[in-house]
């Protein structure tokens, strides 16, 4: 508990910084040093017949025991790319070439050796990446070739990943996947002939690319739910970490105070992977400087257990009195599951009075800082932003007194937070990822099954500062007893060829987005 407590005071501190756009720190804390290696799992059948079934984990054991190479991984994702990306929409650029290059150096024995040795992803389009088109989905990048990595991709190749293309992404990541003027681009994986159906947040095609195997793992980034509600929506795991976790540097920004770039994963185990590798801190950016380490979040992912599994740590799960209010039959079974799971222990608590005020109307306050940095393009030419110039409209008719209210309230959230509702537990149910965003803590989303419609349904997890281990503790076991991660949607048929026209996906209206990216 004494770590706790240090970690909210490094945490308040940190978020005081933040706002004020200054440095906490100029000692760095450390990045998790030990080389991250994965651990011996179960491979699977399906994996085994299917390289593109195969998680990272599966992935990189089957690798290490001479079983699949990096070559027909990427191939066998490439190849997929090509048979369904007309359906999907899943990427922005796909570079195919470069990435059987990188995988056919790997088998080589060329190249980073590292823990993703071979692995190919998918990247998010709002990170730099080195000599590849970076748009952000919008008209004001869509010429811009970066010079340099984000440190996060940078990261990543560092420990063998290979760049299989950029996921395609809302609008400057506003809304859900559409072109710059509005009209629809990726689908949900699991329903791709009706892209009416939510697929999650902007980070829809690093979602959908992963869902339909056509990438081992991605990232994507998080400012008002987008890394855990296309997990949610995709029978994913994503992990939003906690603030000042992994460098932003190189992502094209939307809000200072509020930007998190994470994982969006097949299970929890890759998803710890991934961030062990993007997290620690970075010169470059001084939200990630002066934080505690890193911890071990594979070994955290690892379920333990001889006789029966149970979660490493015991560990209070916060239920709020409104959690069974949607879904309630699969919330329900989830509940239940997971509270006989030895260790666990489901605590209920109640939200202060003043909770739908707090996360609700003030939650406007993060539309200025969308504004500011592109206040030279709105000047210029407002067209730029395409379907989703409303919301950046909105940010230019906040005053400095509404902002000053909203952090005031932000303040008066994170006491309300941190000194009461998890005062009573280690993490906590939510019903919507707003809270913690505005916060900056983490959260983790996985799958707990399907609604009447086959659409996957998950939930979310939120954390205290820095205890993203505490939370892949908790999705690890749950997985470990049940399967719903590894359900695979089924690949589009010939009828769903009429999808390959853009005429037929619908288009978002300038209001509709607005109202998507509130």
């Known amino acids: 508990m004494a770590d706790r407590a240090l970690n909210r005071r490094v945490f308040l501190a940190s978020s005081a910084a933040v706002a004020g756009g200054v440095v906490l720190s100029a000692t760095p804390a450390r990045a998790y040093t030990a080389t991250p290696r994965v651990p011996d799992v179960d491979v699977r059948q399906a994996a085994r017949n299917d390289p593109s079934e195969a998680t990272l984990a599966e992935a990189v054991v089957l690798m290490r025991r001479g079983k699949l190479t990096a070559t027909e991984l990427t191939e066998a994702y490439l190849e997929r790319?090509?048979?369904?990306?007309?359906?999907?929409?899943?990427?922005?650029?796909?570079?195919?070439?470069?990435?059987?290059?990188?995988?056919?150096k790997a088998d080589r024995g060329q190249g980073p050796r590292g823990v993703l040795h071979g692995i190919p992803l998918c990247v998010k389009d709002n990170y730099f990446t080195d000599g590849v088109p970076t748009r952000c989905n919008s008209f004001i990048f869509e010429d811009f070739v970066p010079?340099?990595?984000?440190?996060?991709?940078?990261?990543?190749?560092?420990?063998?990943?290979?760049?299989?293309?950029?996921?395609?992404?809302?609008?400057?990541?506003?809304?859900?996947?559409?072109?710059?003027?509005?009209?629809?681009?990726?689908?949900?994986?699991?329903?791709?002939?009706?892209?009416?159906?939510?697929?999650?947040?902007?980070?829809?095609?690093?979602?959908?690319?992963?869902?339909?195997?056509?990438?081992?793992?991605?990232?994507?980034?998080?400012?008002?739910?987008?890394?855990?509600?296309?997990?949610?929506?995709?029978?994913?795991?994503?992990?939003?970490?906690?603030?000042?976790?992994?460098?932003?540097?190189g992502v094209i920004p939307l809000s200072f105070t509020r930007d998190h770039a994470g994982p969006l994963a097949r299970d929890a185990m890759d998803a710890a992977i991934?961030?062990?590798?993007?997290?620690?801190?970075?010169?470059?950016?001084?939200?990630?400087?002066?934080?505690?380490?890193?911890?071990?979040?594979?070994?955290?992912?690892?379920?333990?257990?001889?006789?029966?599994?149970?979660?490493?740590?015991?560990?209070?799960?916060?239920?709020?009195?409104?959690?069974?209010?949607?879904?309630?039959?699969?919330?329900?079974?989830f509940l239940d599951q997971l509270g006989a799971i030895p260790g666990v222990t489901l605590v209920e608590v109640k939200y202060p009075d003043d909770w739908a005020l707090l996360t609700g109307t003030f939650n406007a306050?993060?539309?200025c800082e969308r504004t500011e940095p592109f206040r030279h393009w709105l000047r210029a030419d407002p067209a730029k932003f395409g379907v989703s110039l409303l919301s950046w409209l909105q940010g230019l008719m906040l005053s400095g007194d509404e902002w000053i209210t909203a952090q005031r309230a932000k303040n008066h959230l994170v006491r309300e937070v941190l000194d009461g509702v998890l005062n009573q537990c280690d993490v906590l149910l939510q019903t919507s990822p707003v809270p913690f965003d505005i916060l900056g803590l983490p959260e983790i989303a996985f799958p707990i099954g399907f609604d009447g419609d086959g659409v996957p349904a998950g939930v979310i997890l939120g954390g205290q500062p820095y205890e993203e281990d505490r939370l892949l503790e908790v999705a690890a076991v749950y997985q470990a007893v049940t399967d719903w991660h590894t359900r695979r949607p089924a690949d589009p048929t010939g009828s769903q060829a009429r999808l390959k026209a853009s005429t037929t996906r619908p288009r978002l209206s300038a209001e509709e987005a607005a109202a998507a990216s509130a």
């Open 147 to 249: 010079d340099e990595d984000a440190t996060a991709v940078a990261r990543l190749r560092q420990a063998g990943g290979i760049l299989l293309g950029k996921g395609q992404m809302g609008p400057l990541a506003t809304t859900r996947a559409t072109t710059p003027n509005g009209t629809v681009t990726t689908v949900n994986a699991w329903t791709p002939d009706d892209p009416s159906i939510d697929p999650g947040g902007s980070s829809t095609g690093p979602a959908c690319a992963v869902a339909a195997r056509l990438a081992s793992s991605s990232i994507g980034t998080q400012t008002g739910g987008s890394i855990v509600l296309p997990s949610n929506q995709q029978n994913l795991t994503g992990l939003k970490p906690t603030m000042g976790r992994v460098s932003l540097h």
């Open 81 to 104: 790319i090509e048979r369904y990306h007309a359906v999907y929409q899943a990427y922005a650029e796909v570079t195919g070439e470069a990435a059987l290059a990188a995988a056919r």
């Open 274 to 333: 991934m961030l062990q590798v993007m997290a620690g801190p970075d010169a470059r950016d001084p939200r990630t400087l002066g934080l505690p380490d890193v911890p071990d979040l594979i070994r955290a992912a690892t379920p333990v257990g001889t006789k029966g599994l149970r979660v490493r740590r015991a560990t209070k799960v916060g239920v709020p009195a409104d959690f069974l209010s949607g879904r309630r039959e699969l919330r329900s079974a």
């Open 365 to 367: 306050a993060r539309l």
